[in-house]
């Protein structure tokens, strides 16, 4: 069975010629399209769960950190 992809086909349209650019520029490699957009799943596939589960605990943090915040102006009110 086939995996699935982890990039939508308008996200690897648009990733692709962004990461053809900085391979040729940085490391003087030139890809063909669907090179990047293999190359773009690939890496999806391999680090994109541990990239949105650090995401999630940023997004927790700064919602913890804002509730705190409201937590202390409602006490603030409450005086």
Request: glycine content about 4%; charged content about 20%.
């Amino acid at each position: 069975m086939a995996s699935p992809h982890f990039l939508s086909d308008a996200q690897l349209q648009q990733l692709a010629p962004q990461l053809q650019h900085y391979l040729s520029e940085q490391l003087g490699v030139d890809i063909g399209n669907f090179d990047a957009r293999f190359l773009l799943d690939f890496i999806a596939e391999r680090v994109g769960s541990e990239i949105y589960n650090k995401a999630l605990q940023d997004a927790q943090t700064a919602l913890a950190a804002r509730m705190e915040s409201l937590q202390a102006a409602i006490w603030e009110l409450e005086r």
